[in-house]
């Protein structure tokens, strides 16, 4: 069996077509021999850019969603072989066979024309489809009007008694007429091939047996059954993915700009949970836990493809980036809190400040918060903790000082605050978080005060004494 993910480099990769690609590789991955392909679908040569093309192979990559078969793999030229701009002569071959054998006709019926039938159409209360204008013109006609130097496009002929029926993976059984099709342009009159042609030429030849795409894409299908039927190719099995809904109940899109896959990777989603996430969205899955490509495919099953329409919400994935957080090595979050951060945080002390934070950040820019609290000579207090440090007062801070220059451990310093003070509970953590940090929640304080080294600790909460001094 072989599986394909065919995106069109329009821009870059949103959600839902990462998860159309997601379910293609574990559709195949789970069949064990399965094959996933990936094919540019870039016929559409104006909005189509390399750019893109790049930043989808990247983004598949980085997302752990990797392709046996296709476009960037090393060895031939993938580049003549699977993208559709390499395959202008096949289409072209397959278009003129068409036309040869009669399933095709040319058309000369002009943009204007065509809306009008249309807008006679809907007065008349039918749905618009082509009338036929072009479909039976004797060939002395159709060389007087080439000779006149008419250009047509190439229409498919469709037979109103036509049941291009097929059964959806996900959807059940879906009844078509071809008299509800009617004929249809395979050949635009600017000579390029219409997209949903070369789409299920490529699915043909390039031997793929199960297509899960786009619901969007559904409407095509009954006359990419036709066309390969005509051609005498074999047509694959295909399987219509509800639509994934942003929050405004409107279908992510790529050219909207929505959530792309690549703008919540510079944010700092990992690519576990991003693949959790979408390997869950619409299709369940038993096993609550973060799991990794291999064992989402094993539990795989194309039937437990829901068929109501996905919502993205933002909550869940953040539910899977803390998860992926908490299984992250340190050594791997070192380097995810970017280089800004890593660059604040002393030589030596790298792992104990990933260790001591990685509890309270969802994402890089947080981890650069927490290397500029601890380690810039000048802290900024929040309001909140001014407010705090106002309210303990003079002797909290001159007592914690002293205490601070003779510092053992976190639990014998706190006993001896605690004693020295008669303050308690809140009233004897609070105002030496915000002395210390600045902020009044944050990571465990033993390991902060660590981090920020007792000489500094001692320095911070003097400049505490100072501002209820009235010094600063
Ligand atoms: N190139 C199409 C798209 O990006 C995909 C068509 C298909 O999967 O059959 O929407």
Redesign the pocket.
Known sequence: MKTR????PSGYLHLG?AR?ALFNALFAASEGDGTFLLRI?DSDAERSTVDYRDAIVEDLRWLGVHWQEGYGLKGADTTTTYTQAGRGALYAEYLSRLEAEGHAYPCFCTPEILAGQRVEQRAAGKPPRYPGTCRHLKAPEIERRLAGGEVPALRFRVEPAAKPDFDDLVRGSQAFRGADIGDFIIRRADGGPA?FFC?AIDDALMGVSH?L??E??LS?TPRQLLLLQALGLPVPIYGHLPLLLGDNGKPLSKRLGDVSLRALRELGYFPEALLNYLARLGHAYTDNGLLSFGDLASAFQVHKIASAPAHYDPAQLAHWQKLALGEAEEGVLWEWMGKETRARVPVGQEMQFVAAIRGNIRFPDEALAWAERLFSTTLERDDESLEIIRESGANYFQTATVLLSEYVDFKNFMARLRDATGCQGKALFQPLRAGLTGCLSGPELAPLVLLLGTEQAVQRLNECVHILKGKR
């Open positions: 993910f065919a995106p069109s077509n159309t679908e997209f789409n297509v795409r786009g969007d894409h095509n």
